[in-house]
């Protein structure tokens, strides 16, 4: 009996065992179908972009002509609306969850306001690009301006923000909290001198996320009517402009036409690339930096 149960243990060991090495492979085999996919696009961008990336095209305006047309104009559209959307999301997001993590309670209002701003994650940017539409460039009257579209994209990467800085409140040990108090501090003097520089590298890998997102968001964009038009460079948030992924966007349609603005469209691929691995290589510095101070 003792030999039939032994024999049975093991069996369902080896089973076990072959389960788990079929499993492990087969998420192995997702991982490196995942980065062949990602090498092959690489390859493919960085290969059609040989002989049009260049600092002509780096530094010149958008033409009709392909052989001399170039980004700075989408470049610095791109960097006013980061400028834009990386205050205001920092400074609304995080006073929201704030807000609702120390202030708010368990009420019924709180748990309304959670469940929307988790639904709000999930919608599509597009249905977002609509409200900018609506609110800011029609009723609010600012046009196809640098202004509108940094506020539509706040609104469509505020919840990201909003959940990542709760979590990274949440994690703040309590017995921290409560020797503040115990020591006469405030709740105001705790949260300020506690609470954020604890969670603030949460709160700054939030700010990454929201970013890399806003900074490739096409569909936002072109609901609200930014041309891909001769337009000059902006210089104030109230100036129309157009951005890197909109540039993108329409000179890979215009490329049906015109072979050539193909390559510029893999070449402005790899500028928008480069641009988001330096903006969350800094970020990461910084957030590693006050991960080691607090």
Same mark, same amino acid.
């Given at each position: ?11 369902? *060991? ?15 085999? !997702? ?34 002509? +392909?052989?001399?047309?170039? #980004? ?9 609306? *980061? ?32 469940? &929307?701003?988790? &639904? ?39 919840? #990201? ?15 921290? #909290? ?18 954020? +520089?604890?969670?603030? =590298?949460?709160?700054?890998?939030? *700010?990454?996320?929201? %970013? !890399? ?6 569909? =936002? ?13 902006? !210089? ?8 890197? =992924? ?10 049906? %036409?015109?072979?050539?603005? $193909? ?12 641009? %988001? ?12 930096? $006050?991960?080691?101070?607090?």
């Amino acid at each position: 009996m003792l030999d039939m149960q032994s024999l049975s243990i093991q069996n369902r *060991m080896k089973q076990r065992l072959y389960l788990n090495a079929v499993i492990k492979k087969l998420f192995a085999a !997702s991982t490196l179908v995942g980065l062949i996919v990602l090498a092959v696009l690489l390859y493919r961008v960085v290969r059609d972009s040989i002989g049009w990336l260049n600092w002509s095209f780096l530094t010149s305006t958008l033409s009709g002509d +392909p052989s001399i047309a170039g #980004i700075i104009g989408a470049i610095a559209g791109t960097f006013w609306l *980061m400028a834009i959307v990386g205050p205001f999301t920092m400074i609304i997001g995080v006073s929201t969850a704030i807000y609702l993590e120390l202030y708010a309670g368990k009420s019924f209002f709180s748990r309304l306001l959670q469940t &929307n701003i988790a &639904n709000l994650a999930g919608v599509p940017s597009i249905v977002f690009g609509l409200l900018g539409l609506t609110l800011f460039v029609r009723l609010m009257g600012m046009g196809s301006s640098v202004l509108a579209g940094g506020l539509t994209l706040s609104l469509l990467v505020l919840p #990201i923000v909003i959940v990542s800085s709760q979590e990274a409140i949440r994690s703040v040990p309590g017995d921290i #909290i409560e020797a503040s108090y115990g020591m006469g501090a405030g709740k105001w003097q705790t949260i300020q001198r506690i609470v954020l +520089p604890a969670a603030l =590298p949460g709160i700054l890998t939030g *700010m990454i996320l929201s %970013l !890399s997102r806003a900074i490739g968001e096409t569909a =936002p964009l072109i609901a609200l009517g930014i041309p891909a038009l001769l337009i000059p460079v902006p !210089s104030s948030p109230m100036d129309s402009f157009t951005a890197l =992924p909109v540039q993108i966007y329409y000179w890979t349609i215009d490329a049906v %036409l015109t072979a050539d603005y $193909f390559y510029l469209a893999s070449a402005t691929i790899v500028v928008l690339l480069l641009i %988001l691995l330096l903006l969350n290589s800094a970020a990461v510095i910084i957030r590693n930096k $006050f991960d080691r101070r607090y």
